[in-house]
Each structure stands twice: as C-alpha cells, then as structure tokens.
C-alpha cells in the first residue's frame, strides 16, 4: 500500500491531512476511516435499523416521483477501466439527466410533495446545478422558483437557470451566508425552503440513483465512490446500497481543499473545509458536511478520498475521450478518485457516479489543457 495511503483498523481513528507530496507532485488522493467515537457529536450517532428501514423505503417511494420526469440514467463501462482494476467499473452517468446532474433527483421528490400540499413558489440556494434542478422542477409541476446563487457560479448554469424561468438572487460567497440571504427572501415573501442536501426527502430523493443501479445491475457492489459536496447523494446511495449489500464500502470523493468530509470522518465531528483549493469543482464547494447528511455517512461507515485538480481533469479527459461524455470537474471527481489509486479497488466491482455535466467549452478546454 502507497505511503499515503492510511491502512483501516477497525475502531481506529486515522489522521492524515490531504496534501500535495512534499516534491511538489499532487498526491491525487489520500484515504482516511471515520471515528467510532459515540461521544464525538451527538448529531452524528448511528441510525438505528428502523431509520435505516425508513430512508430505504421513502427512497422507494420517491422513485415514480423522479421517474416522471426524470427517466433512469445509463450505467456506462470502459474496458480500460476494468482492465486497471482486473475488476468491473459501474460508471453512473447522471450527467445524462434532462438538467445535466444528479440534483434534479431531490428537487423532484421534494417539490411533487409541495405540490401536492398547495405550494405554487419554491426557493433555494445552489452553486448552479441544484438551482438547475429546482427551476426545471417547477416548470415541470407548473410552479415558480427563486434561486440564491453566488455571483461566481459559471455562466452556463446561471444561462441554464434562466432558460428555465428561474428568478436569479445573487449573494457573495466570501461575505454572505447563502441560507440567510435565502431566509430573508422568505421573510418577504413566504415559500418553502428546498435544500440542495441537509433534508430527508431531498436525500431520499437523490437515493433513487442507487434504487436505480440496484435494478440496473444486480449483483454486489463492492465499493461506491460518490462526488460529494453536501453528502445528500452520499448518504442516499449508500443507505440503498447497503440495504441490498451491507459489505459495500462507501467513499466521498471531495476536491483537494474542500475537503470537509475528509476532514469530519477524521475528527468524528462535522469540521469546516479549509476551502483553500481552486474553485474549478463549483459544484463541490460546500464549507461543511450537513447535519443531517453526516450522521447518516457516518452510520455507513463511509470514508473519504481528496482528489487533486490534476486528476478531476485526467478524469474529464477519460469521459471525453472514451465514452464522448463532456464531464463538469464536479461530476468527475469520483472517477478521479479511482484512476488516482486503482490498487484500491483491485478485483472489485466498483460504482462510480458521473454526477454533472453541465460546463461551458472554455473550462472544459482548460480542464483538459491541465490534464496534459
């Protein structure tokens, strides 16, 4: 095993800071195990089986919602990638979604039930692709939506917001706080809140991808790597997988310097993300993992891959070259992850979520200038 690479000792608590080599060479991913500390955080104690039963079944549910309007997404392979871990690479790709990511998923499930409950007008905060997926909802359900976005979100999904008939809020990412600036819309003008990851249904609603590999491709998962922001696709997809697999290991893959997640399955305790990495992984930025999302991750035993920018571009070169896919560097951090260290996953059959596409052709065109 590489010296960056932490070996797992079960009720171990491992550290070891995501870092470049000290020659300058990016690691491309380090590997850490949570605490099993029960006292670490009292938001993060473990789901009891009931709860457990409750997200798979509410995930369940929430598919005919999604299905409606968003018909299940391809799993793809390349023969390359199962020849560099002797084993089968299960890729995803959410990047086929109407809205070009996985975020539509959770929008669907949480706005058909406001729907069905009255409300004609949503709000929500996003980096762009949530924003997406809550605008092409409300169009969809026949309702209207107020997007929070930073002002330094890419064109292509504000345009894309936009086109769907989103009304644009804008907030400053290193001087607001995204959920106030949110709430003080409600204040004014009474809507429910939907949140891109820290709520039940929104996770039940992005859990309906793993339903979908389940169905899609039976037989054991061994592993799940998962791009991770929030962890609300985290938590779904890995609670519906262990359901059916209890064996299968769960990894977030976060970009180097936000790696929040990384750092809160080091502690036992959600930690901030240093967020002192480039902000090419747009889509990935959140400070720090949810409440809600954490304890759930953390009941899974989930653990965390950090990935360089080098590779997320190596990753979006991959898509592109063998499959055609035009990959955002968001959705393609997971992949990363795996051509960073495929001794990782040798012999296994391995999920990888593509979970974004949605970029314009001048960042996609530096992305693959910096994979060489």
Not at 181 to 188: E, T
Request: hydrophobic share 40%.
């Amino acid at each position: 095993m590489s010296d960056n690479v932490l070996p797992v000792a079960a009720g171990a608590q491992h550290r070891k800071r995501c870092s470049p080599h000290p020659g300058g060479e990016p690691s491309g991913l380090d590997l850490v195990t949570m605490s099993e500390d029960p006292q670490a955080d009292s938001l993060t104690s473990r789901l009891n089986q009931s709860e457990r039963a409750r997200l798979v079944a509410d995930i369940d549910a929430a598919l005919p919602r999604v299905h409606r309007y968003a018909p299940a997404t391809p799993i793809l392979s390349i023969p390359s990638l199962d020849a560099l871990i002797k084993g089968h690479v299960l890729l995803k790709a959410e990047c086929a979604q109407a809205t070009g990511s996985f975020k539509i998923r959770g929008a669907l499930n949480v706005m058909t039930k406001l729907s069905s409950e009255g409300a004609d007008r949503v709000i929500a905060f996003s980096s762009g692709n949530h924003g997406i997926g809550v605008a092409y909802a409300a169009r969809c359900l026949g309702m209207s939506a107020t997007i929070v976005v930073p002002h330094d979100a890419p064109g292509a999904k504000i345009d894309r917001i936009r086109r769907l008939g989103g009304e644009i809020v804008w907030y400053d990412r290193l001087s607001e706080d995204r959920e106030q600036v949110a709430n003080a819309i409600q204040d004014k003008t009474p809507a429910p809140l939907v949140k891109p990851y820290d709520d039940w249904d929104t996770i039940a609603g992005q859990g309906t991808c793993g339903a979908e590999v389940i169905a899609q491709a039976p037989g054991a998962i061994d592993t799940a790597i998962i791009c991770t922001g929030g962890g609300g696709l985290a938590a779904g997809i890995g609670t519906y997988l262990k359901s059916h697999y209890p064996d299968t290991r769960v990894f977030t893959a976060e970009p180097e310097g936000w790696h929040d997640h990384y750092l809160s399955f080091q502690s036992g305790k959600r930690i901030k993300a240093p967020g002192d990495g480039t902000q090419r992984c747009d889509g990935l930025l959140a400070p720090i993992p949810g409440e809600l999302t954490f304890s759930i991750n953390q009941a899974n035993d989930a653990e965390g891959l950090c990935v360089s920018d080098e590779r997320v571009a190596s990753a979006m070169r991959t898509a592109w070259q063998r499959l055609g896919i035009k990959l955002e560097p968001s959705g393609a951090v997971a992949l990363g992850a795996l051509l960073s260290r495929p001794e990782l996953f040798q012999g296994q059959r391995v999920l990888v979520t593509l979970t974004g596409g949605n970029v314009d052709d001048q960042r996609f065109s530096e992305c693959l200038a910096l994979a060489g």
